[in-house]
């Protein structure tokens, strides 16, 4: 992907179902997209690289350092930190994202109500983040997006049912056509998120869907 580190679409391609609807963007988008997919591909991996959970905390406090600075354009020689420098983005946004997965190290959530709060913190923060790159400001395509991305975390924890009612919910959000084409590369995870759920893991690596993908940006239904 032209101006795109290598390390960067590598740890894109980390969540290959994102990874996927993000490709389904306009050329001029996808950079910004899978930046933020490389970003939170890396601090998502940080709990699972730490033997002990205060060595993950330290690596988290890094990027929340470092933040401002990025934002700022005087990002540090990190290929997703200068990837992300190219962007417009909300410090406090990327700031909460970064923070939430301290909960990857405080040990799993089990409460529903802690889990799906987790979903949103994560998964749905980051379809936000994703919406607000492709220059949709839409109260309901924000919501949409939002959902679908707590599902597909709410999938891949094992909360099948809590998934599929949150992408119940995000389809029931009466949306412009205008904006519906401008958020797709957004809304069609929830394509995604529903192979997964049928299929399970595995259900995205193969071409059905890619097919899915493509069917889902012909016919504009998500």
Known sequence: MKHLDPEVISLARADHARYLAALSGPVATRPALLSLLAFDAEISRIPH????????RIRLQWWLDVLPGITGGRPPGHPVAQALARLSLDTQALRALVEARNFDLDGDVTAASEVQAYAQATGGALQALMLAQLGVDDIGANAAARDIGAALTLANLGHDEHARDLLRRAREHTLTQAVKKAA???????????????????ANDGAG?????????LTGRY
Do not use: F, I, N, Q
């Not at 690289?49 to 993950?56: A, Q, R, Y």
């Not at 869907?209 to 940006?217: D, N």
């Open 49 to 56: 690289m730490v033997s002990e959970p205060m060595l993950g």
């Open 209 to 217: 869907a890619v097919l899915s993908v493509w069917w889902g940006l």
């Open 184 to 202: 797709l590369p957004t809304l069609m995870l929830a394509r995604l998120v529903d192979r997964r759920l049928r299929l399970g893991p595995r």
